[in-house]
């Protein structure tokens, strides 16, 4: 099947795009297609461990669910995470280890999406 990427780029809290981000990566997987996560941008913030906020479900939990699903290739953004000065809390408390996501830079992010069949971004 085809070779998908998913790229982040919505704050966790902002709206519901990054969850709807998720569960079109997880249903991509019912299907067959190998499917390749980036976390970019405002994205990187969903990998920061937190609470709930009013109205929107912390998915921090499914977010982590995504090796169970196949989904095993995981990129971060280290641009991103230096825009939003928060690589050392990255680091330290996040999902970054647990989803063991691979920092890459913008010429390997570029290389990363041109090496797929399609790019989907939420």
Partial sequence: MAQLL?????SPFSNAKSQDGLDFALAATNYGHDVKVLFESQGVLQLVKAASTKGLKNHTKRLASMPFFDIEECFVC???????????????????????????????KVTLIQSVDHVVTF
Wanted: proline residues 3%.
């Fill in 6 to 10: 998913i790229r982040f780029t919505q």
């Fill in 78 to 108: 280290k641009a991103s995470a230096d825009t939003y000065d928060i690589e050392q809390v990255l680091s330290n408390n996040s999902l970054v280890d647990e989803l063991n996501c691979e920092w890459i830079t913008p010429e390997e």
